[in-house]
């Protein structure tokens, strides 16, 4: 697993904690859509980055479809497959390649955002449109803007968590995020016997508490779904395919809790959740991604083979993507070839850097290089071979990178001249 220092991806090993416990990072893009700006609500600027097989992002994929926002935010579904590379865009199937940025791999987005970035590069992302900035990649908060500023304004209706529920729900979801949300993760990537014995009790103690506390009742707090059913829903999903096994979170199975398992299924049977659920993705992001666990990426088969869930079959799972995309804010009529052609040649050489072919450029503003983005995509999409392309407010770095251990090769040069012709 890799993350940007100082805007470069890099890969080294990260030093384990004293203890052995793992220590999520804090997300760093914590502002939010509200009514008086400078994230205003409105229909189309907002894209969510997500992956089907990630918890958190399926936070914000459930709410958006709860809230009826699929019009009004567009999703980009990332490859399940998380390399050395961090997250990648494909065209496999529920995947979708990036339609705003060109961009090859998550991090990418996350360079435009911040060209000197130092984060981790995760799902979900909120991206706005119209300033070319990250609003936030913390699913809560993502989830608590869509539910407050966004469906309030673009659909009214529904809410998930009514104001006067609010602070049970945020009381029991701190409760319980660091036991069971976190706690498979502390569970599967503790590196000491004591942390992982402590994240082990710690989560089934929890489990059997709300499995009592739901007992006789429909849903977490009050009687209607809130933030707390969906926040603790995307763990159960995975907990009996993946982190029983994959994390050693192998105490009991979800369907051994009566309540628990009821809380699984009433939101299974509702269309706007299952139709979110792509269990081929879970499956296969956890049990090939992390190489440190399953270092031969071998599927497990079962007994429990939840690729043909009853519950999942009876709701065959569509792309929430499927929404018409929103415009980007930049139109690429805003360059049209002579002004591409004119900065082309402003700077009229690919320069080398060891396996890449390097072109930097400069923008009054970010429309006009994502305007210039967009079109060398295209060119690319010809030749079905892409160049790294880092966007930044006003400027683009392209570079041409041999994916050939025998260095450059032809087709990286005639990347290089396609673009120079373009
Ligand atoms: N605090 C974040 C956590 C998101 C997160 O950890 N996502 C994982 C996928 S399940 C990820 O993208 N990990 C990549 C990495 O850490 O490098 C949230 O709740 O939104």
Request: glycine residues 6%; hydrophobic residues 40%.
């Amino acid at each position: 697993m890799g993350k940007l220092v100082d805007g470069r991806w890099t890969t080294r090993l990260w030093s384990r904690s004293a203890s052995g416990a793992f220590e999520r990072s804090a997300s760093v893009f914590r502002e939010a859509i509200t009514a008086d700006g400078p994230f205003r609500p409105e229909s189309g600027r907002y894209h969510l980055y997500v992956s089907y097989a990630c918890p958190w992002a399926h936070r914000t994929l459930i709410a958006r479809s709860l809230l009826g926002l699929e019009p009004h935010v567009g999703v980009t579904v990332v490859d399940p497959f998380m390399t050395d590379e961090g997250w990648h865009f494909s065209t496999r199937d529920g995947c979708d390649l990036d339609p705003h940025l060109g961009a090859r791999f998550l991090r990418d987005v996350y360079l435009a955002a911040d060209p000197r970035l130092t984060s981790r590069v995760t799902v979900p992302v909120l991206w706005d449109l119209k300033t070319g900035r990250i609003v936030s990649n913390e699913s809560a908060e993502i989830v608590r803007m869509f539910d407050r500023a966004l469906a309030p304004a673009l659909v009214g209706g529904t809410t998930l968590t009514p104001l006067a529920l609010q602070e049970e729900v945020d009381a029991l979801t701190r409760r319980f995020y660091n036991r069971v949300n976190n706690g498979v993760y502390r569970c599967g990537f503790a590196t000491s016997q004591g942390a992982y014995e402590r994240a082990f009790a710690e989560l089934f103690d929890e489990l059997d508490r709300l499995d009592r506390e739901l007992e006789g009742k429909h849903w977490l707090v009050g009687d209607q779904l809130t933030d707390a059913d969906i926040f603790l829903f995307t763990t159960l999903l995975r907990f009996d395919p993946v982190y029983y096994l994959h994390f050693k979170c192998n105490g009991r199975h979800i369907t051994e809790y009566a309540n628990l398992q009821g809380l699984l299924e009433r939101m299974l049977a509702m269309p706007e959740v299952a139709s979110t659920v792509r269990m081929d993705h879970i499956h296969e992001h956890y049990h090939r991604s992390h190489e440190s666990l399953n270092p031969h990426r071998i599927l497990p088969r079962g007994p429990l083979d939840h690729l043909s869930h009853p519950m999942l079959t009876a709701h065959p799972t569509p792309v929430p993507g499927d929404a018409e995309p929103p415009r980007a804010v930049a139109d690429t009529t805003l360059l049209d070839d002579d002004a591409i052609r004119a900065k082309l040649a402003e700077v009229p050489e690919w320069s080398r850097d060891g396996d890449h072919l390097v072109r930097e450029l400069s923008f009054p503003d970010f429309a006009q290089a994502y305007a210039f983005v967009q079109h060398v995509a295209a060119r690319a999409e010809v030749l079905n071979h892409h160049p790294d392309i880092e966007l930044g407010w006003g400027r683009v770095k392209l570079a041409v990178t041999t994916h050939d251990s025998g260095g450059l090769t032809d087709l990286d040069f005639a990347l290089a001249r396609a673009i120079d012709a373009a």
